[in-house]
Structure formats: structure tokens, C-alpha cells
């Protein structure tokens, strides 16, 4: 841990810092969550400029009100992955566009534990993902970089499956490293995507 810790710590004194600062203030202020959940449908086993790109494309209100067709071939214009599957999730998700209000008065646990059993296409990595890029600081986004940096810096076992229980148990491990740097689950996850990507993006 202590050598992450380092090159964490390293990030923090350079020029990184302020995009981070600012894309989490970006995060607190995002007001089109149901735009930001389509996102994170997108983002499901997919890379996430091409999720980037479509959300840019169709935006909220084509999330909202384009047809099937249309928000497929976005997906598959920007070659994305499973164009089928993730056009259809995203109409069938429009029966909560009202997010923000469905969820308001939960805690982000039992925000998560609603998104991963009502929103079909959404896990626990994707759930977490959404209620960070809305403003929620306390969950980790497990997705393959975090893991693998994880797993290289001897921190846990990479899993075979990502069920729920050996999420829980890694976001555990997760949070240990928030405790010894000072940070919330949604700045390290900037730091620690950055240290195995290169890249501050959502």
C-alpha cells in the first residue's frame, strides 16, 4: 500500500489536482442525473469515451425521447459495444427519469442497492458510477483499471466474478486506502483511474 500511497501522494502535488478539483465539483453539480444514468448503462463492460461520445451526441433529451433505432445507431456510429442490448436498456430506463427524486431521502448504500435491483443493465460497479458523477462521495467504482491496480499493488486477489459479496469485500480494501490518504471513495477512484490510465475523465 505504501508505495500507491506514494504515487498517489505524487498526483496530488501536480497539476492533476485541479482538473480532479474540478471535475468533482463538476460531479456535485450535475443536474441531468437521468442523462448521467444512461451514461453509466453505457459504460457496462464498454470503454468510456465511447460512452462519452454517445452521451455528447444524444444528450439528455435524446435519452429521453429519441426511438430505439436511433439511440442504436449512435452506439453503433461511435463503435460501441452491444448497441442491441444498451439501446433498449436505456428506453426501458426511462421509467425513471425522474431519478433525482426517486432517490432523494436515501443514503447512496440504499441508492445503490435500488439502481443494481430495479435498473435493468446497471450492477454495483455501474450504480456507484452513476452516484458519483452526481455528487455522492462514498462508493467505490470497482471497474477492471481500479482492480488491476489494486491486484498489482498486492491489496487483494483479482476476482474470478465480481458478484456482490466480493464487491463489498474489495470496496472494504477500497476504503482503507481513503482512510490512510484522507480522501473520499470519489477522489481516490480520480487518482487511482488516472495512475492506470493517464486520463482524468468521468
Given at each position: 500500500?505504501?508505495?500507491l500511497i506514494g504515487h498517489i501522494n505524487l498526483l496530488r502535488r501536480s497539476s492533476i489536482k485541479n482538473k480532479i478539483d474540478s471535475?468533482?465539483?463538476e460531479f456535485e453539480n450535475n443536474?441531468?442525473?437521468f442523462s448521467e444514468l444512461c451514461f453509466c448503462i453505457l459504460t457496462a463492460n464498454s470503454k468510456a469515451k465511447t460512452a462519452i461520445n454517445i452521451q455528447n451526441e444524444l444528450g439528455e433529451d435524446g435519452f429521453l425521447?429519441?426511438?430505439?433505432?436511433k439511440i442504436r445507431e449512435s452506439i453503433i456510429r461511435n463503435k460501441?459495444?452491444?448497441?442491441?442490448?444498451k439501446s433498449r436498456f436505456i428506453t426501458e430506463a426511462r421509467k425513471f427519469k425522474d431519478i433525482k427524486n426517486i432517490l432523494n431521502g436515501k443514503d447512496e448504500f440504499d441508492a445503490r442497492e435500488f439502481l443494481a435491483k430495479n435498473v435493468k443493465g446497471i450492477g454495483y460497479k455501474e450504480?456507484?458510477?452513476?452516484l458519483r458523477n452526481v455528487g455522492y462521495k462514498n462508493l467505490a467504482i470497482l471497474d477492471r483499471h481500479i482492480?488491476?491496480?489494486?491486484?498489482?499493488n498486492k491489496l487483494i486477489e483479482k476476482p474470478k466474478n465480481l458478484n456482490k459479496r466480493n464487491y463489498i469485500k474489495i470496496e472494504g480494501e477500497f476504503k482503507k486506502i481513503c482512510d490512510r490518504t484522507g480522501m473520499s471513495c470519489?477522489?481516490?477512484?480520480?487518482?487511482?483511474?488516472?495512475?492506470k490510465t493517464g486520463e482524468v475523465l468521468k
Open positions: 500500500m505504501e508505495k471535475r468533482l465539483k443536474n441531468e442525473w425521447n429519441y426511438g430505439l433505432s460501441h459495444r452491444f448497441p442491441n442490448n450504480a456507484s458510477h452513476f482492480i488491476t491496480l489494486m491486484a498489482e470519489a477522489e481516490l477512484d480520480m487518482y487511482m483511474w488516472h495512475l
